[in-house]
């Protein structure tokens, strides 16, 4: 794994433990966005936000 996609990684991690912090609805959901998105990472159907052509690929 390449340096830019673990960044990636590591930073959707820690944005999911803030999330998993807070017990409102928003927060569990966004949670549970960042676990699809952070899977679709280690699986390179997506491209991290660090990753060169993050900007091209079909990221939401």
């Known amino acids: 794994m390449n ?5 990636s990684i590591w930073a959707y991690l820690n944005e999911i433990e803030y999330c998993l912090e807070k017990t409102d609805d928003a927060s569990l959901e966004r949670a ?3 676990v ?3 899977r679709e990472i280690l699986e390179e159907r997506r ?3 660090f990753e060169e052509g ?3 690929d079909n990221n939401d």
């Not at 340096?3 to 960044?7: P, T």
């Open 3 to 7: 340096d830019k996609k673990s960044l």
């Open 32 to 34: 549970r966005r960042l």
């Open 47 to 49: 491209k991290g936000d």
């Open 54 to 56: 993050f900007l091209n």
């Open 36 to 38: 699809r998105v952070t």
